[in-house]
């Protein structure tokens, strides 16, 4: 069987079909005007901490600085095979990230006004069948839908 994968761009939109067998597999169309950054991953720089929010500001190169909580850093822990996965309680922002330090954060939220964009450290990699999630310490399910 041939597979294709058919691209059009306009100044509009890109639409990408692949088609397996002759029968249409996946499209995907993406319009200019309703383009975000929900899922880019950057490699950012902490520009400042605010311990009282728990919570700080990340470069990421855009215009405004993007917002990271304490509560969306994932914790960089490593379990034994057999081992209960243990609850994480939010520590002090402080103890998890310092002013200088480089990150690679996934955005979740786009920017919005005068607020900057929201991240995770917790990056996922979803494809049709199974997502990716790299700093994971467990395997979790696949999908044959």
Known sequence: MTAELL???TPSETRVAYIDGGILQEIHIEREARRGIVG??????VSRVL???QAAFVDIGLDK???????????HTECVAGEEQKQFTVRDISELVRQGQDLMVQVVKD????KGARLTTDITLP????????GASHVGGLSAD
């Open 51 to 53: 311990p009282g929010m």
């Open 65 to 75: 600085a993007a917002f990271l909580h304490a509560s969306d850093i994932m914790p």
């Open 127 to 134: 494809s049709r069948y199974l997502v990716f999630m790299p």
């Open 7 to 9: 691209v059009n761009v």
């Open 111 to 114: 920017p919005l006004g005068t």
């Open 40 to 45: 880019n991953i950057y490699k950012g720089r």
